[in-house]
């Protein structure tokens, strides 16, 4: 029964969610990683940007960002910097957030998993072991990955960490909606109009779609006008229900680490999925009391606790 017991200690200022958060978020400061970009073309004649850092290592270890991220959000950078002296580092850009705008109508979505099954199968070719962590919405297209894969999963892949997963997409949604969580929706939500307001004018989408998108104030509005019929979903609620990777947890069959902290503003209760990893072999689910969304500070010039114990997880036999 792979529940585990947290070792996330933070002193008092670190011990509210929305603190963690945000200082992680927007005053943690961080350098800049040394990347090199590669540019993947794809199988439906769009493409995706990896940033690397690529040396002689036979481990590869794949980066996959949340929502409107980047691999230059901060805590990706602060993870291709703490693992790059033992990995090869692909940080993934989701389509359209590595600073180019992908080619296709639809661009990213929380379950969207081609884009990485296509890196993992062509890094199998390269490297002896290939390892995972996925973060936020990244943590989702991770594990949604690893369960739709199931038994098909390349042996290579060795070991996963996901953190801060909004695994059902419906009701974490909704908390977003919250009065108290209002920013960090408005912010979202801004940042995803500023792209597909540009794409859906230059596809000729009817004026009357691109002034509802326009007007979206939540993802319930925004992903019943935009994600979901794009690609290829009825609605938001036929994409949350589709996509959401808590459907197919039990069915992962590589150790995989799942770390979500009870005070994340982003997560509902039933993105904790603790009688699922009860039963499961591979699943490790660790709730820390603390930690925000992807925060888990316990100082702004002090590595974030997940580092160290991702890299345990890692490199360590279970």
């Not at 400061?29 to 990347?35: G, H, I, L």
């Not at 940080?91 to 890196?119: E, F, I, V, W």
């Not at 059902?168 to 597909?196: E, G």
Request: hydrophobic share 35%.
């Amino acid at each position: 029964m792979p529940l585990v017991t947290s070792t996330y200690r933070p002193g008092f200022f670190y011990k509210n969610g929305h603190i963690n958060t945000i200082f992680a978020s927007k005053v943690k400061p961080q350098a800049d990683a040394p990347y090199q970009r590669k540019r993947f073309e794809t199988p439906d004649n769009d493409f995706f940007d990896v940033d690397t850092i690529v040396g002689v290592h036979k481990k590869a270890l794949i980066l996959m960002h949340g929502l409107e991220g980047s691999a230059h959000s901060t805590y990706i950078l602060e993870m291709a910097n703490f693992f790059s002296p033992d990995y090869d580092i692909w940080a993934m850009n989701h389509r359209s957030c590595s600073g180019s705008l992908n080619l296709l109508y639809p661009s990213y979505h929380s379950g969207h998993t081609k884009d990485l099954k296509q890196l993992v199968n062509t890094l199998s070719e390269k490297y002896e072991e290939i390892y995972i962590i996925g973060v936020s919405l990244g943590g989702n297209i991770t594990l949604k990955y690893l369960g739709d894969e199931g038994n098909k999963l390349p042996s290579v892949v060795k070991k996963v960490a996901t953190l801060s997963v909004p695994c059902q997409l419906n009701s974490s949604a909704k908390v977003l909606q919250k009065r108290i969580n209002l920013l960090y929706l408005q912010n979202f939500v801004i940042s995803l109009k500023s792209k597909v307001v540009p794409k859906m004018e230059a596809f000729n989408m009817s004026q009357t779609l691109i002034d509802e998108v326009r007007s979206a104030k939540t993802f319930v509005e925004f992903d019943d006008r935009y994600t979901g019929p794009a690609h290829g979903f009825k609605d938001a609620e036929d994409y949350w229900s589709q996509c959401s990777s808590k459907e197919v947890l039990d069915r992962i069959i590589v150790p995989t680490l799942l770390i979500n902290a009870k005070d994340d503003p982003f997560l509902s209760e039933e993105c904790f999925p603790y009688e699922i990893a009860e039963k499961s072999e591979f699943l490790y689910l660790e709730t820390p009391d603390y930690g925000g969304h992807v925060g888990f500070l316990t100082s702004l010039y002090k590595q974030r606790w997940y580092l160290s114990r991702i890299r345990n997880f890692l490199s360590k036999p279970i």
